[in-house]
């Protein structure tokens, strides 16, 4: 996104545009976090913004202001077909790739005939949008949203429900402030959230705890289902269908699990496999230290991708099928996940 493009963005901004803001399907705090605040600052701006996710997400992120007026294609999709027809300009936030919003979702946005922007922090965009703000060195696309209110000029629009939103985002993205994405801008963008009337101690508790005591046991399962391939410094978790019924699994419950795995002592990569009767699928994360890429490693073994220390990805097979199939790759990655990570 270079000046010329800010200029024309400027220009078109200039008189009042129906919107609708997109995230990736199963939208984190990063992408509802970016959308939320891009809906805000653009209804302050006398636009008609609407953001449409393809799906619902998870309760720890309804709190947030305006989660109650967005949108779900699947569950709403009437009146989300409506808003995109309406729409002159369409945001896509937090990915990189159209298939990335679902089958259904994707159809409608390859019919749209309007204009296109992308603000994402993944690797290796699509070629769809008319503008692009793509930088992967970035933790978050919430803080890619604010640089791109910083380029046009409007950080000061930014008010206590934009700066929670966006302070949302680069919390869930960075692991509270803690991956190495997280540099001193990041800290200092925070900074100016919370002056601007961002509440960081009661952001983190509606996200962090807000736990149901079914979602800790679940916990407890799938931390006494983790494995440890110590030579190969790898931990994995698996959770079958029946581990989720067991404990009454809603949307969100799975999320962040995989980090235990890598935060066992000597582990640089971790992975969790979760099965999903339904979509005939298992759903994989993958979290790495150091070098090892485990967005090239879900790219090109498990059909998904991401970031360099975290990505996804799924397979069709079984889940002691897929467990087998990452048991018989992982070896061929020997040298690199030994010298990933310098203690
Ligand atoms: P998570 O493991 O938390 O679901 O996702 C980690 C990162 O990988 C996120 O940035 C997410 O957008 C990306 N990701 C997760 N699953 C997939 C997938 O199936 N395909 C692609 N391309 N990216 C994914
Ligand atoms: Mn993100």
């Not at 629009?157 to 994405?181: E, L, N, Q, W």
Request: glycine share 6%; charged share 25%.
């Amino acid at each position: 996104m270079n000046r010329s493009d800010i200029k024309e963005i400027k220009e078109l901004f200039s008189t009042s545009q129906n919107v609708v803001i997109v995230p990736h399907k199963n939208p984190d705090g990063d992408a509802i976090g970016a959308c939320l605040a891009m809906y805000h600052y653009l209804n302050k701006k006398g636009h008609n913004a609407t953001v449409v996710s393809p799906n619902d997400y998870p309760n720890f992120l309804k709190w947030l202001p305006g989660s109650e007026d967005s949108l779900k294609f699947d569950m709403q999709n009437r009146q989300s077909k409506r808003a995109i027809e309406k729409a002159s300009i369409i945001f896509l936030l937090d990915f990189n790739a159209l298939n990335r919003v679902g089958d259904d979702m994707e159809n409608t946005l390859k019919e749209f005939t309007g204009i296109f922007m992308m603000i994402d922090h993944h690797q290796q965009p699509e070629d769809i949008a008319k503008y692009l703000f793509s930088d992967t060195s970035i933790c978050s696309t919430c803080q890619m949203v604010y640089h791109f209110l910083e380029k046009l000029k409007d950080v000061e629009v930014i008010d206590a429900v934009i700066a929670t939103c966006i302070y949302t985002g680069i919390m869930t993205d960075t692991g509270s402030f803690r991956f190495p994405s997280t540099t001193s801008t990041t800290h200092r963008i925070i900074a100016d959230l919370i002056d601007k009337g961002a509440d960081n101690a009661k952001i983190y508790n509606n996200v962090y705890d807000t736990n149901s005591y079914a979602r800790l046991q679940l916990l407890g399962r799938a931390l006494s289902n983790l494995i440890v391939v110590d030579k190969l410094k790898t931990a994995y978790i698996t959770l079958s269908q029946q581990d989720l019924d067991e404990f009454d699994f809603q949307k969100g419950d799975t999320e962040g699990i995989v980090n235990y795995g890598l935060s066992v002592e000597n582990i640089i990569f971790a992975a969790i496999f979760i099965e999903d009767i339904e979509q005939k699928i298992i759903k994989i994360s993958f979290r790495s230290k150091g070098s090892f890429s485990v967005n090239k490693f879900a790219r090109k073994h498990f059909n998904g991708g991401g970031h360099d220390n975290a990505a996804g990805g799924k397979s069709e097979l079984s889940l002691e099928d897929t467990i087998t199939k990452f048991l018989n790759i992982i070896p061929k990655f020997k040298n690199e996940l030994l010298t990933s990570y310098e203690e």
